[in-house]
């Protein structure tokens, strides 16, 4: 009854839509007896029209018969070839055909047809992987119709270029592809329709198994030990440094810029060998295949390309002098220092670049400074071998002495390398600076309080660690802070940082959108836990001077992690004018980045703040002499 009733009304109502509907329906009739008559005369599928404009197939899972395309890469499981093109530049006519024994019967030149299955392949599953469109080939059916076809590169840079700010339309949030939340949707499940002019990933799939070029490549990393580097090429870019590597920014409309310009290069396609390279290298021209593969897209090579420059400029000592005659002039150094055990044998490199290089700036911000059995994991936690090493070291290559303070962690609860319980310290130049007396030293596990003292802020704790047991601070270093006076009774408080680290992060290029960056969430309440520490100072006195540094395993441009800092405090790059493109203190992939900072409170942002970064590190001739992953910095500030 009710379904009766429910039947007629709105069938009265749709009676012109059943007209339109017939329409449609005679419009499909006509066009498969058209499209179906034409398959009869010319059986063929083209290579664009496996491609298709969106990020996966039209045809996957389809039988299609008489692809045709030129050989233009021989690879060990298959072939690439490259078919007629269309005017659409979301249309790759390049495609991988997956056969190894295909692959043994054709040669570079040839003009081949197959039949074969249209499929999408990808070797795991999101969060990092893209699939690639490819023809599986029924291996009867391929043919060589004729040989000795020249294929003429895409001219990356002349025929097409890269987008230079955006990676993906589905980056959406204040931070775009730095957003938090992140994941919130997936490439491949939306399949939307590509848009190679605005993004860099649709751009790199709009050439998908297509031969391109690359003229004049600058290398922007060292090569990981697959020998692969990323590079960009005769193109316009953005976020260029003085180096030759690409740094993170903000872009126009202040939407986080990562470079999406950049393109990996792996591993030759001939057997050849690439190139040792460092970050401003430049390489000869690379004629190769574009390919998704380990969750980046890359570019092939055919062959490998040669060293062309080689930048044998090194870092130079900084331009702020270490310390001064003056009292109301400190200078603080920022490192972390990877791994430092006492038998490391960088300690002599580090050592060198805190002397020499930041000119033993009155106090040093160090990270992972190991316990004094370094990975071995039998319950040591002290490090006062550790840090005695590093300042006789320092002593030896500068003729300055250092005291160091610390709080040794609970055995095995700050993360890293098990058995180093790899801690924050500060080495301090005693002649310049004491540490304010009255408190005891904190432990593991003891919070820090901000005192009443005469008006003045003081700690309850000198030196103690900041909220050691809020559950942001679970498995990594607990934040550590300093009160210190200066001869003449001018005081300064210092927040060593080394927050959680990136590990488990999703590709940039992956199918996750925005990149999933672990564990974001953490590393904000991390930051909170912080500011409101600082909040509770800078309630008891607002001209307090106060420096926060370290490694903060983020970006500036993550502005939703850093907001509660920001807010309150000043980084030091911006009140000393550093370029936005020199704001680095590492390089990973294809950006150069700046994961390392130094904040002051406004008593010290008002008055004049230099800061530089010395790039030791990252403008090293190559990894192996490399001493630590991030660069150290230092900055010169004014307490009174
Ligand atoms: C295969 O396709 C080509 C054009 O791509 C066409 O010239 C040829 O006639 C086709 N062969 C068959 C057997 O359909
Ligand atoms: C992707 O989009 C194309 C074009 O709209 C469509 O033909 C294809 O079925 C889609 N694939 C998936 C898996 O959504
Ligand atoms: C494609 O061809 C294969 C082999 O001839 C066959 O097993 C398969 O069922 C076909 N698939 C479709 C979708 O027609
Ligand atoms: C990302 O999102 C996908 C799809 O919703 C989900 O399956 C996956 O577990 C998520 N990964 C992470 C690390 O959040
Ligand atoms: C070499 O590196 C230095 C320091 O980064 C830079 O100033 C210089 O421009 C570079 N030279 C070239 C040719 O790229
Ligand atoms: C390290 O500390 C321990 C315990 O306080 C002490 O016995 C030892 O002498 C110290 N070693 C150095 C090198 O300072
Ligand atoms: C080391 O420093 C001290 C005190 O600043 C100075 O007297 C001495 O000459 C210096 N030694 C060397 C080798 O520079």
Redesign the pocket.
């Known amino acids: 009854m009710e379904l009766v009733a429910y039947g007629i009304a709105p069938l009265v109502a749709i009676l012109p839509s059943i007209q339109d509907y017939l329409a449609r329906l005679m419009d499909r009739l006509y066009s498969l007896l058209f499209w179906s008559s034409f398959v009869a005369v010319?059986?063929?599928t083209?290579i664009t029209d496996i491609q298709g404009s969106t990020w996966r197939s039209p045809l996957v899972g389809q039988n299609v018969?008489?692809v045709?395309g030129i050989v233009t890469a021989k690879a060990s499981n298959g072939f690439y070839m490259t078919g007629d093109p269309v005017e659409d530049p979301r249309v790759s006519n390049g495609l991988f055909v997956f056969s190894t024994p295909a692959a043994s019967r054709v040669e570079i030149g040839d003009l081949v047809?197959m039949d074969g299955t249209v499929t999408e392949f990808r070797s795991s599953s999101a969060p990092n992987d893209l699939f690639t469109t490819e023809i599986a080939p029924t291996l009867s059916t391929v043919n060589v119709i004729s040989s000795n076809h020249v294929v003429t590169p895409v001219v990356l840079g002349k025929d097409r270029f890269p987008p230079t700010v955006a990676l993906s339309a589905l980056d959406v949030g204040p931070d775009g592809v730095l957003s938090a939340p992140n994941n919130v949707s997936l490439i491949e499940v939306v399949n939307a329709t590509l848009e190679p002019e605005k993004y860099g990933l649709d751009f790199w799939e709009s050439l998908e198994g297509q031969l391109v070029s690359v003229t004049n490549p600058v290398v922007l990393d060292f090569p990981n030990r697959f020998g692969e580097f990323w590079v960009h090429g005769d193109w316009p870019v953005t976020g260029k440094n003085e180096r030759g590597g690409l740094t993170v920014t903000f872009g126009p409309d202040g939407i986080p810029d990562l470079n999406p310009e950049a393109i990996i290069i792996g591993t030759p396609l001939d057997g050849t060998k690439n190139p040792a390279v460092a970050v401003g290298s430049r390489v000869s021209d690379i004629v190769g295949v574009v390919a998704f593969q380990f969750g980046f897209f890359y570019v092939l090579p055919l062959t490998a390309p040669a060293t062309v420059f080689v930048n044998t400029t090194r870092a130079t000592k900084s331009f702020i002098d270490g310390t001064s005659a003056d009292e109301c002039t400190l200078t603080v150094g920022d490192y972390n220092v990877e791994n430092m055990a006492p038998t490391s044998t960088h300690i002599p490199t580090v050592a060198d670049h805190i002397a020499n290089f930041l000119n033993a700036p009155d106090i040093m911000f160090v990270q992972e400074i190991q316990d004094n059995s370094g990975p071995t994991d039998d319950g040591v936690v002290i490090a006062n071998v550790t840090l005695k090493a590093l300042t006789d070291a320092i002593a030896k290559a500068g003729n300055v002495t250092y005291d160091f303070i610390e709080i040794p962690p609970v055995d095995g609860q700050d993360g890293g390398q098990p058995g180093g319980n790899i801690r924050t310290a500060f080495l301090y130049r005693p002649e310049k600076l004491s540490l304010v007396p009255g408190s005891p030293v904190g432990g593991s596990l003891d919070s820090v309080e901000v005192l009443d003292s005469y008006g003045k802020a003081s700690l309850s704790l000198n030196p103690g660690r900041i909220d050691p047991t809020n559950p942001a601070w679970i498995a990594t270093r607990k934040p550590l802070v300093a009160e210190w006076q200066t001869a003449s009774g001018t005081r300064l408080f210092t927040v060593n940082l080394h927050l959680s680290s990136k590990g488990g992060s999703s590709s940039l290029h992956g199918d996750a959108r925005p990149p999933i960056n672990l564990p974001v969430d953490t590393r904000t309440k991390q930051v909170e836990s912080v500011s409101s520490f600082l909040n509770s100072l800078l309630d008891k006195d607002p001209d307090a001077n106060i420096v926060v540094a370290g490694d903060f395993n983020e970006f500036t441009q993550t502005r939703s992690v850093l907001a509660s800092i920001t807010a309150i405090m000043s980084e030091v790059d911006e009140l000393a004018d550093i370029p936005p493109v020199e704001r680095y203190t590492y390089v990973f992939d294809q950006n150069t980045e700046q994961l390392d900072h130094m904040f002051v409170s406004s008593a010290i942002g008002k008055r004049k703040v230099e800061a530089e970064h010395i790039h030791v590190n990252n403008w090293s001739p190559s990894l192996d002499v490399r001493v630590s992953d991030h660069d150290p910095s230092v900055a010169r500030v004014r307490v009174c």
């Open positions: 010319c059986s063929s083209s018969t008489n045709t047809s």
